[in-house]
């Protein structure tokens, strides 16, 4: 009666498949199923890395642009800069065509072009620098009273200074 179906004892329609034949066939369509996930994951995974890579580099450029502002920072502090933050900002626009091995010749150069952006240092003769006020007149009074006023930036302080050197003229 196996005969008679047309084939070796399977299901009738099946054109007499073994069922290894089958088996292979199954095979091939799951690996060919797996190489097409695989393939669609290593695409999302390619993107991804893409991605990554990008934020890597903005990182590694906003690392590297607060790097430079820092050292910008601590060279016009060093330098004694009244205002630390209109310091760096005109340094930073001077230095727009300049590399940053000229910092210092900047800063330099702002100095003798900008002196009140910058505490004036005493000489080694013991005088006042050039936009600073004089108080040598005045003694050690005077000299107490300026560092006050400067040091803690009351207005009284400013006023009794002011009052002070006045009296002193």
Known sequence: MADEMGGTGGEPGEGGATAAEKQIVTDEINWRARALEAEGKLA????S???VR?????????LAANERRRGVELAVSA????????AVMMVEAAMKDRGPEELDAVI????RSK????????SATGGAGVMSPETSRGGEALSALADEARASGDRRALLRYLQARRGNQ
């Open 115 to 122: 002196p009140f952006l910058f505490e004036q240092r005493r």
């Open 79 to 86: 330098a004694g800069a009244i205002d630390v933050e209109i």
């Open 54 to 62: 990008a934020t890597l580099e903005q990182t590694r450029e906003a």
């Open 49 to 51: 890395l893409t991605d």
């Open 108 to 111: 330099d150069e702002m100095q």
């Open 44 to 47: 999302e995974l390619e993107r």
